[in-house]
């Protein structure tokens, strides 16, 4: 899940593949995502939750010594919980984010210790207001953020695996744990598919393969074609289609003449 310009604040990770399966009789959830900074276009009481069975509040963020900034989510998750129960949906807590919003990923997982702290911090929060579930966000990583180059560091992606087996081990079995993951050569190396072995579902970030960022070539960023080259990657990467949740933004951008640097949302 991305942070982005505030009047973007509504997109839903939809399912690979729609209702059920005839099969397993197991359903896949539809998870829309909800903000927790300032909302200026869109309210609560605008909510349409027809639309999905899950809305995940983005979101806290995690800290080098292991705690939780939960600030911004503490302030709407009270009436966020109240409404869904009035209609009968469940509500998840997304944590991370683009930029520096998962820094703290990379700090905490460094020692048992301070993981450990995030993991207790984390099991604490969900009870508190008795959500159905965790979605992991990290976006943060010091190839890509720090040194500017793409691929797999074998270290940090290893850390993600085991944050993710430490959640998992500690949530009560109930309660829904998903992570998100880029896909394409530069960042997407990062996510092994031995995450899949923790999570309920993984969420696909089908969207920005272009940008605002220099070379980025013109073009939709979240069309059909980005769509079928992200299930293409998770397929190649070794990923099961069945653990599988593509995300699609409700938001466009509009990139205007020929370069990258003008761009409508």
């Keep these: ?53 899950h809305l995940g509040v983005v979101a806290i963020y995690p800290l080098a010594d292991g705690t939780l900034n939960t600030q911004d989510a503490d302030s709407v998750l009270p009436a966020l919980l109240a409404a869904a129960k009035k209609n009968n949906k469940k509500i998840i807590i997304s944590i991370g984010g683009s930029g520096e919003a998962g820094k703290g990923f990379l700090a905490l997982t460094k020692s048992a210790q301070t993981q450990q702290i995030f993991v207790r911090r984390v099991v604490e929060y969900v009870q508190r207001y008795d959500l159905a579930g965790v979605d992991i966000d990290w976006e943060y990583w010091t190839y890509q953020n720090v040194l500017g180059k793409g691929g797999n560091d074998p270290d940090e992606s290893r850390r993600l695996v085991n944050l993710l087996k430490a959640l998992r081990t500690d949530l009560p079995a109930d309660k829904l744990l998903t992570v998100d993951i880029f896909v394409g050569d530069w960042v997407g190396q990062q996510y092994l598919p031995e995450i899949e072995q923790y999570v309920d579902y993984i969420n696909v970030m089908a969207y920005d393969f272009t940008g605002a960022w220099p070379e980025s070539p013109v073009g939709h960023h979240a069309d059909f074609s980005t769509f079928k080259r992200a299930l293409a990657f998770t397929r190649s990467q070794g990923f099961n289609p069945e653990k599988l949740l593509v995300g699609l933004p409700t938001y466009g951008i509009e990139f205007h003449e020929s370069g990258n640097k003008a761009i409508k949302h």
Excluded: H, Q
């Design 1 to 53: 899940m991305l942070k982005l310009n505030r009047k973007f604040f509504f997109m839903a990770l939809m399912m690979l593949f729609a209702g059920c399966d005839n099969d397993t009789l197991r359903c896949k959830p539809i998870i829309a995502a909800y903000p927790t900074w300032p909302i200026v276009d869109f309210s609560i009481e605008d909510i349409r939750w027809d639309y999905f069975t």
